[in-house]
T-cell receptor
């Protein structure tokens, strides 16, 4: 398996523009997680899905952020409008497991480095 | 709510020296505990995990960790560090939900 695939790997955009980050989880995995990593706040969970359904979006910073998972093999994280403070590395991870089973390994993608000017 | 503390932001060791990275957690019951490693420009990779049984856990790349309930710790160790071990290391805790809480990470630098 190719692992978790994220695109683009790097994104540079200007403040106010819409940004869409993409993720393809490992085939067969039923959980998908979006994280944000910054120097100041470390690794934060933004939202996660189970069987394509958003379960917990309490980590999404504000309404400018939205995430979708239209099918089992694709998810997007959208920021509209983007702001300089959104600059970070965004990771997608997937896992296989049953509900309430955080002990299942999460497999991380390589991340998307976002820079908002 | 559970939390994870990694008290060392940055550690430097010589190649061949032993290594111990500290991790303390806060959780009422027995947690699920993990160590992940992140190489520059890469995503996180699982080194090892603990959720029950033997408190000394063996992982990949020669790493091990010991769960000590009395100290609320899950320290990562390696007897002899290689230059390729230079990376950032994250401790994480999970409970009976689907989520993991990550520590702030420890950056390991290895000198030849």
């Amino acid at each position: 398996d190719a692992g978790v695939i994220q695109s683009p790997r790097h994104e540079v955009t200007e403040m106010g523009q819409e940004v869409t980050l993409r993720c393809k989880p490992i085939s067969g995995h039923d959980y998908l997680f979006w994280y944000r990593q910054t120097m100041m706040r470390g690794l934060e969970l933004l939202i996660y899905f189970n069987n394509n359904v958003p379960i917990d979006d309490s980590g999404m910073p504000e309404d400018r952020f939205s995430a979708k998972m239209p099918n089992a093999s694709f998810s997007t994280l959208k920021i509209q409008p983007s702001e300089p403070r959104d600059s970070a590395v965004y990771f997608c991870a997937s896992s296989l497991g049953s509900s309430g089973s955080s002990y299942n390994e999460q497999f991380f993608g390589p991340g998307t480095r976002l820079t908002v000017l | 709510a559970q939390s994870v503390t990694q008290p060392d932001i940055h550690i430097t060791v010589s190649e061949g020296a032993s290594l111990e990275l500290r991790c303390n957690y806060s959780y009422g019951a027995t947690p699920y505990l993990f160590w992940y490693v992140q190489s520059p420009g890469q995503g996180l990779q699982l080194l090892l995990k603990y959720f029950s049984g033997d408190t000394l856990v063996q992982g990949i790349k020669g790493f091990e960790a010991e769960f000590k309930r009395s100290q609320s710790s899950f320290n990562l160790r390696k007897p002899s560090v290689h230059w390729s071990d230079a990376a950032e290391y994250f401790c994480a805790v999970g409970d009976n939900t689907d989520k993991l809480i990550f520590g702030t990470g420890t950056r390991l630098q290895v000198f030849p």
